[in-house]
C-alpha cells in the first residue's frame, strides 16, 4: 500500500492553497510543512466553506471578535471578508458598537463582583418575561 509522503502533502497542500486564494500568504510560509497540511483543511472549510453559519454572520461574529482582541491583522482580514460576503456599512456601524458594548457590561459585571448565580438566574428571568411579550404579539 503507497503512502502521501510529507513532503507530497505539503506540495499539494500548497498548491491547493494557490489554486484557492490566487496566492500563498506568507503567514501560511511562517508554518512547518506539518502544521500547514493539518491547518489548512480546517482553515478552508471553517474561513471559506459552507457552514451552520451563513458566510456574512461568521465574517461578522469573527470581526467583533477580532477588535475585542484588538488585533490588525484579524479586524482587517474579517473586515474585508463581511464585506465581500455582503456586509453593508450600516452593519458595520453597529458591529463596532455591539463589539464594545458586550466587553464593557462585561467589565462592569466583573469589577462589581457580581455573582454569577444572581446573574444567571435574573437572566432566566428576563428571558421568561421576554418570552410571554413576544407570544402575546403573535
Same mark, same amino acid.
Given at each position: 500500500?503507497?503512502?502521501? !509522503?510529507? #513532503? /507530497?502533502?505539503?506540495?499539494?497542500?500548497? @498548491?491547493?492553497? =494557490?489554486? @484557492?486564494?490566487? *496566492?500563498?500568504?506568507?503567514?501560511?510560509?511562517? *508554518?512547518?510543512?506539518?502544521?500547514?497540511? /493539518? =491547518?489548512?483543511?480546517?482553515?478552508?472549510?471553517?474561513?471559506?466553506?459552507?457552514? +451552520?453559519?451563513?458566510?456574512?454572520?461568521?465574517?461578522?461574529?469573527?470581526?467583533?471578535?477580532? $477588535?475585542?482582541?484588538?488585533?490588525? &491583522?484579524?479586524?482587517?482580514?474579517?473586515?474585508?471578508? +463581511?464585506?465581500?460576503?455582503? #456586509?453593508?456599512?450600516?452593519?458595520?456601524?453597529?458591529?463596532?458598537?455591539?463589539?464594545?458594548?458586550?466587553?464593557?457590561?462585561?467589565? *462592569?459585571?466583573? +469589577?462589581?463582583? &457580581?455573582?454569577?448565580?444572581?446573574?444567571? !438566574? =435574573?437572566? =432566566?428571568?428576563?428571558? @421568561?418575561?421576554?418570552? !410571554?411579550?413576544? $407570544?402575546?404579539?403573535?
Amino acid at each position: 500500500m503507497a503512502t502521501t !509522503s510529507t #513532503a /507530497d502533502s505539503y506540495d499539494d497542500t500548497v @498548491t491547493e492553497i =494557490e489554486e @484557492t486564494l490566487g *496566492m500563498v500568504p506568507g503567514f501560511f510560509g511562517g *508554518m512547518n510543512r506539518d502544521g500547514l497540511v /493539518d =491547518e489548512w483543511p480546517t482553515f478552508k472549510r471553517m474561513t471559506l466553506g459552507e457552514t +451552520a453559519i451563513p458566510a456574512k454572520y461568521k465574517e461578522l461574529i469573527n470581526l467583533a471578535v477580532a $477588535a475585542n482582541l484588538k488585533c490588525p &491583522y484579524c479586524v482587517h482580514f474579517h473586515r474585508a471578508a +463581511a464585506k465581500l460576503h455582503g #456586509a453593508t456599512d450600516e452593519e458595520l456601524t453597529e458591529l463596532s458598537f455591539l463589539a464594545g458594548y458586550t466587553s464593557r457590561y462585561s467589565s *462592569m459585571l466583573h +469589577a462589581q463582583a &457580581y455573582d454569577l448565580d444572581t446573574f444567571e !438566574s =435574573e437572566v =432566566e428571568q428576563i428571558g @421568561t418575561h421576554l418570552q !410571554s411579550h413576544l $407570544a402575546a404579539d403573535d
